[in-house]
């Protein structure tokens, strides 16, 4: 069997891992209602079935005890194959403290399940687990960052941020908070405004694309700038309590996250030295399996990210 080390970012939109082998992401999402779907992957769980990758997500913040959690860590781990894991998984950066000891627990605990991945039987076995903070994590899929910072993690549901002074390498975090302000909480709120607008009939799931390719009708580019006084708004509340709390004016701030990408922009005009790391939305991933390798002493075949 492969001993292996895997850094795991159980999104509330994606889930996203680096391994030995290589990366991987699917929508955290499954159905077990309709086993004719073409999902990302069928897994059978202690003989309860799923299709995974498309269905329901969930809004449960608490990852500690959240059956998508198990659904999509044991997928994940059953895509990479059979073998003995060393495991570096994180949390939202305001729950971090509190939960981690109940988190890794609940990991151990999926050792106990029987798994059944495309009709074989899997053998794996998860033999440590490593909590670490959001955020943090995104920042060991860099270069080493000296000095203070500030990193913000845009999720699906959550906003984390976190005020770092970095010695030697090692971050140390000196001031965190989470809002519940992640894209999903966005995206209605998009849709409503666009099909008010136009007269349409989107989907929330659309917004996305609305924002980083735009809106097309029969063919012709919309001007879809008026989405600015929302975000705006969106956004302000979440500025003016980071303003009043952070030293938002005097040092780097870096961006990461799956949302990331697509709120630059208004990250960017209120604070211009923000800067977006590199695969943004892989950062916690990649992080996690660094973090991984240097404390489990594991030599990668492959070498992934910007380290």
Same mark, same amino acid.
């Given at each position: 069997?492969?001993?292996?080390?895997?850094?795991?970012?159980?999104?509330?939109?994606?889930?996203?891992?680096?391994?030995?082998?290589?990366?991987?992401?699917?929508?955290?999402?499954?159905?077990?209602?309709?086993?004719?779907?073409?999902?990302?992957?069928?897994?059978?769980?202690?003989?309860?079935?799923?299709?995974?990758?498309?269905?329901?997500?969930?809004?449960?913040?608490?990852?500690?005890?959240?059956?998508?959690?198990?659904?999509?860590?044991?997928?994940?781990?059953?895509?990479?194959?059979? +073998? #003995?894991?060393?495991? =570096?998984?994180? !949390?939202? &950066?305001?729950?971090?403290?509190?939960?981690? /000891?109940? %988190?890794?627990?609940?990991?151990?605990?999926?050792?106990?399940?029987?798994?059944?991945?495309?009709?074989?039987?899997?053998?794996?076995?998860?033999?440590?687990?490593?909590?670490?903070?959001?955020?943090?994590?995104?920042?060991?899929?860099?270069?080493?960052?000296?000095?203070?910072?500030?990193?913000?993690?845009?999720?699906?549901?959550?906003?984390?941020?976190?005020?770092?002074?970095?010695?030697?390498?090692?971050?140390?975090?000196?001031?965190?908070?989470?809002?519940?302000?992640?894209?999903?909480?966005?995206?209605?709120?998009?849709?409503?405004?666009?099909?008010?607008?136009?007269?349409?009939?989107?989907?929330?799931?659309?917004?996305?694309?609305?924002?980083?390719?735009?809106?097309?009708?029969? +063919? #012709?580019?919309?001007? =879809?700038?008026? !989405?600015? &006084?929302?975000?705006?708004?969106?956004?302000? /509340?979440? %500025?003016?309590?980071?303003?009043?709390?952070?030293?938002?004016?005097?040092?780097?701030?870096?961006?990461?996250?799956?949302?990331?990408?697509?709120?630059?922009?208004?990250?960017?005009?209120?604070?211009?030295?923000?800067?977006?790391?590199?695969?943004?939305?892989?950062?916690?991933?990649?992080?996690?399996?660094?973090?991984?390798?240097?404390?489990?002493?594991?030599?990668?075949?492959?070498?992934?990210?910007?380290?």
């Amino acid at each position: 069997m492969q001993n292996m080390t895997k850094g795991t970012d159980n999104g509330y939109l994606y889930t996203k891992s680096v391994s030995d082998l290589g990366k991987c992401i699917f929508k955290s999402a499954y159905t077990t209602a309709d086993k004719s779907v073409n999902g990302m992957a069928t897994i059978s769980i202690d003989g309860k079935e799923y299709c995974v990758g498309v269905g329901k997500t969930t809004t449960d913040t608490d990852k500690t005890d959240s059956e998508m959690n198990r659904v999509c860590t044991l997928t994940d781990l059953a895509m990479t194959g059979d +073998g #003995e894991y060393n495991l =570096v998984v994180d !949390l939202p &950066i305001g729950q971090f403290k509190t939960q981690r /000891d109940k %988190f890794k627990k609940m990991i151990f605990s999926y050792n106990n399940y029987k798994v059944i991945f495309h009709n074989k039987l899997m053998n794996i076995k998860i033999n440590n687990v490593l909590v670490v903070p959001q955020g943090v994590a995104a920042l060991y899929s860099t270069s080493p960052k000296e000095g203070a910072y500030i990193v913000f993690d845009i999720g699906g549901l959550t906003i984390d941020v976190g005020y770092i002074e970095s010695s030697w390498g090692t971050p140390t975090p000196r001031k965190t908070d989470t809002w519940y302000k992640g894209v999903v909480t966005l995206y209605p709120r998009i849709i409503e405004t666009v099909n008010n607008k136009y007269g349409l009939t989107l989907e929330p799931n659309f917004a996305e694309h609305i924002l980083t390719h735009g809106l097309y009708m029969l +063919g #012709e580019k919309q001007d =879809v700038s008026f !989405l600015q &006084i929302l975000m705006d708004s969106y956004l302000d /509340d979440m %500025f003016e309590d980071f303003k009043h709390n952070y030293p938002a004016k005097n040092v780097p701030i870096y961006l990461c996250g799956g949302g990331a990408t697509i709120l630059e922009p208004y990250f960017k005009r209120h604070f211009p030295q923000a800067e977006l790391l590199s695969e943004s939305q892989f950062a916690n991933a990649i992080g996690c399996y660094y973090i991984g390798m240097q404390t489990f002493k594991h030599n990668p075949q492959i070498l992934v990210g910007g380290r």
